[in-house]
């Protein structure tokens, strides 16, 4: 619980696109990188907390902004995919799942990682630790 009001709050003191107005200066492009990254982080990790504490809705609308900002990022596509079946949203996981696939194979020609094919499967399965928090926050 304290980490997830921990990155709550850091989230929250985030204003916009980091050092806003100064992307067009070559020597800054490196740290603005490592700080909208950290921010992704930030929220990735919120978006863990707020599923192991059965706030799945909360963890959808999270990974949808991280997914719509980073596309490749497989880590995240999975814990949507859980936060949408945890929601009673299966179909709407394993379409998820379909597209993912899609676009891995299209733009990158690969397979989706291991973790992202057994989360699948699981889902295909209905397997019921699927509905247990990952770890206590």
């Known amino acids: 619980m304290e980490a997830y009001r921990s990155l709550t709050r850091a989230l929250r003191l985030w204003r916009g696109p980091a050092m806003a107005g100064l992307a067009d200066h070559p020597p800054l492009a490196a740290e603005i990188a490592r700080l909208e990254e950290l921010r992704m982080s930030a929220t990735e990790y919120l ?15 999270l990974l949808g902004g991280v997914i719509r900002e980073c596309p490749l990022r497989e880590g995240p596509r999975a814990g949507l995919m859980l936060a949408l079946y945890r929601s009673g949203r299966q179909a709407e996981a ?3 799942f379909r597209t993912t696939r899609k676009m891995l194979i299209d733009e990158l020609g690969v397979e989706p990682g291991h973790e992202l094919a057994r989360l699948q499967q699981s889902i295909l399965r209905q397997d019921p ?7 206590a926050v």
């Open 47 to 61: 978006a863990t907390a707020a599923l192991a504490l059965g706030r799945n809705e909360e963890a959808v609308a």
């Open 94 to 96: 394993l379409a998820l």
């Open 129 to 135: 630790a699927l509905a247990r928090p990952v770890l």
